[in-house]
């Protein structure tokens, strides 16, 4: 008993810290994974609400017209853009995006190829090089 008390203090002490982290991340606006400046702090809030609405119906309605395409991305690309006022600039961004997400799975294809057969300590290592000449 006297060992098994301890170990379920620390227990539970992780997990009330990742619940805290959870609750602060969600704090963020826009939830956890988007740091995005609320409308509030915009010049015309009503119209920031207004388009982030718009750019949600969306993106919502290329999702389900496109959910069963066998190339969803480029499917989704289409059905989103069409409908937005610069259908021309969207799809401009969307390649650029594409390009530049490419660009990042290559290099860290190359790095995880650069780095097989490593564990722990040595792995992160050899990838934090990789990381570092790629921006040299």
């Not at 740091?35 to 718009?54: H, I, L, M, T, W």
């Not at 969306?58 to 480029?74: F, I, L, S, T």
């Not at 937005?84 to 290099?107: F, G, I, L, N, Y």
């Amino acid at each position: 008993m006297n060992r098994f008390t301890p170990a379920l203090a620390a227990a539970l002490f992780c997990l009330a810290a990742g619940i805290s982290h959870a609750q602060d991340a969600n704090k963020a606006p826009g939830g956890p994974h988007y740091r995005v400046k609320p409308c509030s702090q915009e010049a015309d809030p009503a119209k920031c609400e207004a388009g982030r609405k718009d750019m949600l119906e969306r993106a919502k309605a290329a999702r389900e017209a496109c959910k069963d395409k066998p190339d969803r991305r480029a499917c989704m690309t289409e059905q989103f853009c069409a409908k937005s006022e610069d259908p021309a600039k969207c799809q401009a961004m969307s390649k650029q995006r594409q390009e530049t997400m490419s660009k990042r799975a290559d290099a860290r294809q190359a790095a995880a190829e650069a780095c097989t057969g490593k564990r722990g300590d040595e792995l992160q290592k050899c990838l934090h090089a990789q990381r570092g000449s790629d921006k040299k």
